[in-house]
C-alpha cells in the first residue's frame, strides 16, 4: 500500500474516532442536574438549589452531585442533610444506592438509600422503613438553611394553599 491510501484510510478513522469519543463521554451534557432529574421522570426538588456541577454515567446511571458545601433545612418534622458530594444510581423514577443523603426523625439521623417514584409520590427509603409524601412538594428545589421556607418562596407556598 502506499502512503496515499494509507492516509485516505486513517484520516476518516481518526475523525469517526475523535466524534466517538466526544460523543461517548457520559459526564457532561448541556443539560443541568435538575434537567436531568426530570429526564429520568424524577422532580427537580430532590435535590437542593445551589449544585455546583455534576457527572453522569448515562450507560450504567451512575451519578456524582457537587453542592459548594454541605446543605441542611427542615420540612415539617423532618430534618434533612445533604453532603457535599451526593451519589447514587439513577434510573426511571428512581436514584438507589445513594451516599451523602440523610433524614432526621424523630431523634435519629438515617441515611436516605433509595428515591423512588410510584405514582404521584415520592419514597424515601432508609433501608429498613420508607416514607411517602406528595409528588407536588418536590416541584420546586429546596434552598438550604430554609428549605421551603425561604423569604418570598414561601409567600407562594402559602397563597397556593389558601
Known sequence: MDSSTILR????????????????????????????LQDYDLPVGLLPDGVTGYELDRTTGKLSVSLSENCSFSEGKY??????????????????SMEGVSMRFPDVWMNIVEIFRRGDSINFSVGA??????????????????????????????MANS
Open 9 to 36: 484510510f486513517l484520516i476518516p478513522l481518526a475523525a469517526t474516532l475523535c466524534l466517538i469519543l466526544v460523543h461517548s463521554n457520559p459526564a457532561y451534557s448541556d443539560d443541568d442536574v435538575y434537567d436531568i
Open 79 to 96: 430534618q434533612l442533610k445533604y453532603e457535599s458530594r451526593v451519589k447514587g444510581y439513577l434510573s426511571s423514577g428512581k436514584l438507589s
Open 129 to 158: 422503613g420508607k416514607a411517602a409524601f406528595p409528588m407536588e412538594y418536590f416541584e420546586e428545589s429546596p434552598q438550604c438553611g430554609c428549605g421551603m421556607n425561604c423569604g418570598p418562596r414561601q409567600a407562594r407556598k402559602l
